[in-house]
C-alpha cells in the first residue's frame, strides 16, 4: 500500500478518510494525530514551576490517570517549565483529561465488480459505463473504489496551561486525537502527549496532522 500524504488530505477535507485508511487498515508503520492548539504564552518564564491539578474528582487515586500523568512529565520539558517541589509555590497549573469513544469514519475500498454490476473485461469510464478496458477489449464494470462506514474509536487527550499569577488565565490550550479499530487509550497515548507538545508553543489557533513512525 502507497503512502498516504495527510496534509493534502486534510486540506481537502478529507483527514478522517485518510486516517481511517492508515489505521484501520493496519498496513502502516506510522500512526497519525490530528493536533489543535491555541495560546498566548508568555515570555520569561522558562524555569519556572508548574503543578498538576486534577480535572474532575475521578482522576484522585487513580492508577491511568497518574500513568498518563508521567508521560505527560516526561514530555512538558518543551514548555521550559520545571515541577514544582513540595511546599514550593507553582506559577502554573497543568491539566489535562482523557478519553476513547466510538464513532463512524468512512474508508474507500476497492469495489467488487460483479456486486456493482460489473462484468468481464478491463478498466472503467466513470462511475460505471461501457468501454475499453486495459487488456484492449470491452468490458462493463462498476466503480472501482466505494466509501464504506466503518467503526472506529476517537482516541484523545485535552490539556490546558493555566498562569496563577495572571488570575489563572489559560495561557495552553491542546488537544491531539488519534483513530483507533478499538479502544487504545493506552497504546495511542504516548502519540498524543508527543503531538500536545510538538512545536511548542506553536501558532495561535493551530491545526495540522503529525505522523509518527512507531517502533
Known amino acids: 500500500m502507497g503512502a498516504l500524504n495527510l496534509s493534502a488530505v486534510c486540506r481537502s477535507g478529507r483527514f478522517w478518510l485518510a486516517l481511517s485508511v492508515a489505521l484501520l487498515s493496519g498496513c502502516t508503520s506510522t500512526m497519525a494525530a ?10 520569561g518564564v522558562e524555569g519556572q514551576r508548574y ?22 512529565r516526561a514530555a ?20 489535562f483529561d482523557y478519553g476513547a469513544r466510538a464513532t463512524q469514519v468512512v474508508t474507500r475500498q476497492p469495489a467488487d465488480p460483479y456486486f456493482y454490476g ?17 487488456w484492449g477489449y470491452p468490458g462493463y464494470w462498476g466503480p472501482a473504489y466505494v466509501d464504506v462506514p466503518v467503526q472506529a474509536f476517537r ?18 490550550r491542546s488537544s491531539a486525537v488519534a483513530l483507533s479499530g478499538q479502544p487504545d487509550l493506552v497504546g495511542t497515548m504516548p502519540v498524543l502527549v508527543r503531538a500536545i507538545f510538538d512545536n511548542f508553543p506553536g501558532n495561535n489557533g ?10
Open 76 to 95: 512538558i520539558g518543551a514548555t521550559g517549565l520545571v515541577e514544582a517541589t513540595a511546599g514550593a509555590k507553582p506559577r502554573f497549573n497543568v491539566v
Open 118 to 134: 460489473g462484468g468481464f473485461g478491463g478498466g472503467y469510464y466513470g462511475r460505471g459505463g461501457y468501454g475499453y478496458g486495459r
Open 34 to 43: 490530528r493536533v489543535t492548539s491555541f495560546q498566548q504564552w508568555p515570555a
Open 51 to 72: 503543578q498538576f491539578v486534577q480535572s474532575n474528582a475521578d482522576q484522585a487515586n487513580n492508577l491511568e490517570y497518574r500513568a498518563y500523568q508521567d508521560m505527560v
Open 206 to 215: 493551530s491545526e495540522r496532522v503529525i505522523r509518527y513512525q512507531m517502533e
Open 155 to 172: 482516541n484523545e487527550l485535552n490539556l490546558r496551561i493555566l498562569d496563577t499569577a495572571a488570575g489563572n488565565a489559560e495561557v495552553y
